[in-house]
């Protein structure tokens, strides 16, 4: 026969247990619960224990603060030797020995009870927020923004030589003298009389 035991600090012969004779129960607050947990810390039908194939099984009946197994936070879940539950503020272990062996399990319950109590600890710790850095980020973890990608305009010969640049006067790399003017005439090229050729 299977059974929870409620745990008390430190005192493993004040353990008591709570046969599992029906194959579902209910946990809670209210006065007609199979297991009932009078504390405000614990809803008034906070969990269900129930039997399947053989097999136990616990579910949190959406209660306020929740049902944990091992220090995890459950919804349904296998029950096995040992497992430890939290039901509020009230830790109970499962067993499948059956509740007359209790006297015989004070050393199993002292060494359950002291994880009990490390697991309440790790449930009711409060979580801590790290506070944000005060100091300026390093260069390693500092965001820089994006580097602007510079945009290729392709300029027609017609531009170039209309530009600003070009409004000066200069030599070019030509070595002929060019007035690099808006609208500037073209230089005048003068033709060179033939050369005479002595009668044959």
């Not at 029906?22 to 269900?48: F, M, Q, T, W, Y």
């Not at 879940?77 to 499962?94: A, H, M, W, Y």
């Not at 300026?136 to 392709?154: Q, Y």
């Not at 070009?166 to 073209?186: D, H, M, R």
Request: aromatic fraction near 6%; charged fraction near 20%; glycine fraction near 4%.
């Amino acid at each position: 026969m299977a059974m929870l035991i409620r745990l008390f600090e430190n005192q493993p012969e004040s353990a008591l247990p709570f046969p599992l004779l029906e194959k579902a129960l209910l946990l809670g607050r209210n006065a007609d619960c199979s297991i009932r947990l009078n504390h405000p810390s614990v809803s008034r039908s906070h969990a269900k224990l129930h039997q399947h194939e053989n097999q136990w099984y616990i579910q949190d009946l959406n209660s306020s603060n929740g049902t944990y197994l091992n220090g995890h936070r459950c919804e349904t879940n296998t029950l096995r030797e040992g497992d430890i539950v939290n039901v509020g503020d009230f830790s109970l272990v499962f067993s499948e020995r059956n509740p007359d062996a209790i006297p015989v399990m004070y050393s199993w319950l002292e060494r359950v009870g002291q994880k009990a109590i490390e697991i309440v600890r790790q449930i009711h710790q409060p979580n801590t927020i790290s506070p944000q850095p005060s100091h300026t980020p390093s260069p390693l973890t500092a965001k820089t923004p994006p580097v602007p990608i510079a945009k290729v305009i392709r300029a027609k010969p017609s531009d170039i030589l209309t530009s600003a640049a070009f409004e000066k006067t200069g030599p070019v790399s030509t070595g002929f003298p060019f007035t690099q003017t808006k609208n500037a005439p073209a230089p005048q090229l003068k033709r060179l009389p033939a050369p005479k050729l002595p009668p044959r």
